[in-house]
């Protein structure tokens, strides 16, 4: 079965430092997909990063990057120059391959509630 | 950029009435998703739904739950009889495909109060 872990339910960060949310996954399926959305106070679900698990590099996206680390199976996601703007809830989530054309469901884990301070 | 689109924000029922929440897709997407988020707690997948029917559901997706696309732009959820564990934050997603890599982009959700 699929399972996404978020081991952090909250974060503190200073204004302009790194911060690395953790994230780890279990699945048995060789091909699959993991997303990091941001869920502000106003509530909408905005995507951040995905990364396949067939990619060689660490996907990045501006400030934004994932620490993949398949063994492991961990996904965590870094958040460089940590900005008051980043103070938001994070979910990492996944997508396992779909091969029969059928769409398959993004798992999200319980998330983690980052707050930036000045 | 194009977005998910989601009315109302807000929704305000009585248990035991009827609700239909609203969405409208990102126009070239073919894929389209209803998620529900309770008050501190995680993302929940309600259904997806492809060519016009269903694709996946999940147990939570029981016979109160039916989702229509009733014409080319909306998609809709209806809870036939809401309870007052219907009360939550409910998310529509579209994606343009369905394979592992594609993202779901999200509304901004309707906040469904059930007293």
């Known amino acids: 079965a699929q399972k996404i872990t978020q081991t952090q339910p909250g974060m503190f960060v200073q204004e302009k430092e790194a911060v690395t949310l953790d994230c780890t996954y279990d699945?048995?399926?060789?091909?699959?997909?993991l997303f990091w959305y941001k869920q502000p106070s106003s509530g909408e679900m905005i995507f951040l990063i995905y990364?396949?698990?067939?990619?060689?590099q660490n996907a990045t996206e501006g400030r934004y990057s994932l620490n993949f680390q398949k063994a492991r199976k961990s996904a965590n996601l870094v958040i460089s120059a940590s900005q008051l703007g980043d103070s938001a809830m994070y979910f990492c989530?996944?997508?396992?391959?779909?091969?029969?054309?059928?769409?398959?469901?993004?798992?999200f884990g319980t998330g983690t509630l980052l707050a930036v301070q000045p | 950029e194009p977005e998910v689109t989601q009315t109302p924000s807000h929704q305000v029922t009585q248990m035991g009435q009827e609700v239909i929440l609203r969405c409208v897709p990102i126009?070239?997407?073919?894929?389209f998703y209803w998620y529900r988020q309770i008050l501190g707690q995680k993302v929940e997948f309600l259904v997806s739904?492809?060519?016009?029917?269903?694709?996946?559901k999940s147990e939570i997706f029981d016979d109160q739950f039916s989702v229509e696309r009733p014409d080319g732009s909306n998609f809709t959820l209806k809870i036939r009889s809401t309870k007052l564990e219907d009360s939550a934050m409910y998310f529509c997603?579209?994606?343009?495909?369905?394979?592992?890599?594609?993202?779901?982009?999200f509304g901004s959700g309707t906040q469904l109060s059930v007293l």
């Open positions: 997603a579209s994606s343009a495909g369905d394979l592992s890599n594609e993202k779901l982009f």
């Open positions: 699945t048995s399926d060789p091909s699959y997909g």
């Open positions: 990364q396949g698990s067939y990619d060689q």
């Open positions: 989530a996944m997508r396992e391959m779909n091969y029969g054309g059928a769409t398959n469901k993004l798992i």
């Open positions: 126009s070239n997407h073919l894929y």
């Open positions: 739904f492809y060519n016009n029917e269903i694709s996946e």
